[in-house]
DNA sequence: CGAGTGGCTATACGTGTGTATAGCATTCTA
DNA sequence: TAGAATGCTATACACACGTATAGCCACTCG
């Protein structure tokens, strides 16, 4: 831990400080975390904004390197393999940070995973595990933003300040979350397709019509 | 518009400035937008941390006034209702702010948003148009967590950080939404239950197992 | 051995913030 | 009409922050 150089150190302090307590952690916090001067934070990257940017990219670049080749299930599940592999680092809370905040890093992020989403249901669409949908992208993009959106509530929701530890906020989550998930997305919520059936015949006259196939009640 | 006093007047421009910038508002910005030195601010509230409290309990003294007698469909639709009876203030924006850091207001906002489907779907599931649940309070916090959430996240990836024109803010995020939301409701996603079958299964020895009547494939 | 170089600290500076203070004007009241 | 209270402004203060500066210490290399 400590055979890195103080450059690193300090980088790496500074993603803890930030997934900990948030990006307006003080460059006199981040100094102490990393056992070093104020100064020397000036030093080594200019200013807080360069330092916050090579954060970013040292983030990106770890979320690329474990770029999950198995994508699972639910989103949830392959952020869940994220934190995993992080090895409980602070990777993931700095991801979710900046997610929330509407960071480059989150951006960045929720595009990748609409993206592997994109893979992973279309390969599932062609085995027939998973059903087809009238707006595909869409609905990748819904999959993607409510799970990970619904992480960070739920997280709002039972009093979770500090994302450092990633894998316990996985944890939490999944918990009071995966049954429910699963159920939904295995028998739907509503028993028949009349509100569907209205919506879609509602935006028929629109310009911009969705490619939308109606689907029968499921029984 | 000016005949209010100008301690509401204050009270409400901090409210517009939180909508509109976040919470990290400068006194000097709210006494501007409001056309009063900054210095009134404090001779009226005492502190800026007043103010906040002060505009938090506003917002939900507004919440609860246009306290959503018809609840719709999705918890996404009953949000709309509220941004549209609001005269598209910012309001709501406030209320996405303090949700979105995880604030006071977030927090019953959402609670009263539970409580609220509580009832709706405990109705149209007594009426059968919605489907029962295994853990029916999991499956009302994660409706309601996914929606609100996967809003905010919507509007980040569409680089959206003014929150100050709630029916804005509805409108875009429903537009790219709603169709495939209410396909997702009514068709779900898997085309059987095996994997929450195993889900089920794998849980089963826990101490705290779900009441969970697994639910055969949707044709 | 000695000068220079790079990593690092201590201190100081400027700025923006929330807040306190003093004073002014206007309006109500006796 | 005199006086006081109230609503408000202008200015000043304290503080925390990011950042700049000067110097120290150790190590290296000629």
Same mark, same amino acid.
């Given at each position: 831990?400590?055979?890195?150089?103080?450059?690193?150190? $300090?980088?790496?302090?500074?993603?803890?400080?930030?997934?900990?307590?948030?990006?307006?952690?003080?460059?006199?916090? $981040?100094?102490?975390?990393?056992?070093?001067?104020?100064?020397? %934070?000036?030093?080594?990257?200019?200013?807080?904004?360069?330092?916050?940017?090579?954060?970013?990219?040292?983030?990106?670049?770890?979320?690329?390197?474990?770029?999950?080749?198995?994508?699972?299930?639910? !989103?949830?599940?392959?952020?869940?393999? %994220?934190?995993?592999?992080?090895?409980?680092? #602070?990777?993931?809370?700095?991801?979710?940070?900046?997610?929330?905040?509407?960071?480059?890093?989150?951006?960045?992020?929720?595009?990748?995973?609409?993206?592997?989403?994109?893979?992973?249901?279309?390969?599932?669409?062609? #085995?027939?595990? %998973?059903?087809?949908?009238?707006? !595909?992208?869409?609905? =990748?993009?819904?999959?993607?933003?409510?799970?990970?959106?619904?992480?960070? =509530?739920?997280?709002? =929701?039972?009093? %979770?300040?500090?994302?450092?530890?990633?894998?316990?906020?996985?944890?939490?989550?999944?918990?009071?979350?995966?049954?429910? =998930?699963?159920?939904?997305?295995?028998?739907?919520?509503?028993?028949?397709?009349?509100?569907?059936?209205?919506?879609?015949?509602?935006?028929?006259?629109?310009?911009?019509? !969705?490619?939308?196939?109606?689907?029968?009640?499921?029984?």
């Amino acid at each position: 831990m400590d055979d890195l150089t103080a450059r690193a150190r $300090i980088r790496d302090s500074a993603i803890d400080a930030f997934a900990a307590t948030g990006f307006d952690a003080t460059v006199r916090q $981040i100094a102490a975390r990393a056992g070093v001067s104020a100064g020397l %934070i000036t030093h080594h990257f200019g200013s807080k904004d360069a330092l916050r940017l090579e954060c970013d990219a040292e983030v990106l670049r770890r979320i690329l390197e474990l770029k999950v080749d198995t994508i699972r299930m639910s !989103p949830t599940q392959a952020v869940g393999r %994220i934190a995993e592999l992080d090895q409980y680092g #602070s990777t993931f809370g700095y991801t979710l940070r900046s997610v929330r905040e509407g960071g480059e890093v989150g951006r960045v992020f929720l595009r990748g995973m609409i993206d592997d989403a994109r893979e992973y249901v279309g390969a599932a669409e062609a #085995s027939g595990m %998973i059903r087809p949908s009238g707006d !595909p992208e869409a609905r =990748l993009e819904l999959l993607v933003t409510q799970s990970i959106g619904g992480m960070l =509530l739920q997280l709002n =929701l039972q009093g %979770i300040t500090d994302f450092s530890n990633g894998a316990e906020l996985i944890q939490i989550v999944s918990n009071s979350t995966s049954f429910v =998930l699963l159920e939904l997305y295995t028998q739907g919520l509503l028993t028949d397709s009349s509100i569907l059936d209205a919506y879609v015949e509602q935006v028929a006259g629109a310009s911009t019509e !969705p490619t939308a196939t109606t689907t029968g009640s499921n029984k």
